[in-house]
């Protein structure tokens, strides 16, 4: 796990869209209460670099059970979110926008869970390429709190992704 930022998050618009929800639909396949990135906000395919957005409301299906009276962001979920901005790039930019291919979850590796995701706010997760082969990739995941427009230098969770190429 990097000991740094991914990318300096003062220097990216967080409310600029990059990949509106239609664009992500194109290359995930993930539907319904598994749709979980709103946006992207940065893309820089030369250096695997991207940065999503995910709306935490208290109105999610989640909210009600997970914690009761206490509403936490489920960490499981912010992996998955941050495994589909991955699937995202290694989709269109590393098979070259196949979207015939099923990218899976392959695994997790260095997961911390460092500060509580409650609603209302957005979690600002950033994912950075380590390797990409011909059916599988690493990215390295951070996620960060965003708060009355108010980004935390603190971490929500970090983690190593894995995918693989599923037909």
Same mark, same amino acid.
């Given at each position: 796990?990097?000991? %740094?930022?991914?990318?300096?998050?003062? $220097?990216? &618009?967080? $409310?600029?869209?990059?990949?509106? +929800?239609? %664009?992500? &639909?194109?290359?995930?396949?993930?539907?319904? $209460?598994?749709?979980?990135?709103?946006?992207?906000?940065?893309? &820089? %395919?030369?250096?695997?670099?991207?940065?999503?957005? !995910?709306?935490?409301? /208290? @109105?999610?299906?989640?909210? #009600?059970?997970?914690?009761? @009276?206490?509403?936490?962001?489920?960490?499981?979920?912010?992996?998955? $979110?941050?495994?589909?901005?991955?699937?995202? @790039?290694?989709? !269109?930019?590393?098979?070259?926008?196949?979207?015939? +291919?099923?990218?899976?979850?392959?695994?997790? &590796?260095?997961?911390?869970?460092?500060?509580?995701?409650?609603? #209302?706010?957005?979690l600002i997760i950033t994912v950075k390429l380590v390797r990409a082969g011909s059916r599988m990739f690493r990215y390295e995941t951070q996620g960060f709190i965003q708060q009355d427009? %108010?980004?935390?230098? !603190?971490?929500?969770? /970090?983690?190593?992704?894995?995918?693989?190429?599923?037909?």
């Open positions: 796990m990097a000991n %740094e930022p991914i990318i300096d998050l003062s $220097t990216i &618009d967080l $409310t600029q869209v990059v990949a509106d +929800r239609a %664009e992500l &639909d194109s290359y995930l396949q993930q539907r319904g $209460t598994f749709t979980m990135v709103d946006s992207l906000c940065h893309v &820089d %395919e030369e250096a695997g670099i991207l940065v999503g957005v !995910k709306s935490i409301r /208290e @109105d999610d299906w989640w909210a #009600p059970d997970h914690v009761p @009276d206490r509403p936490m962001f489920p960490g499981a979920l912010m992996i998955e $979110t941050a495994a589909q901005i991955a699937s995202y @790039d290694y989709s !269109k930019h590393r098979l070259c926008g196949d979207v015939n +291919r099923f990218v899976g979850f392959g695994g997790v &590796d260095d997961c911390r869970f460092r500060g509580i995701v409650a609603p #209302p706010c957005n427009g %108010e980004v935390s230098d !603190k971490r929500a969770f /970090e983690a190593t992704v894995l995918g693989v190429l599923i037909g």
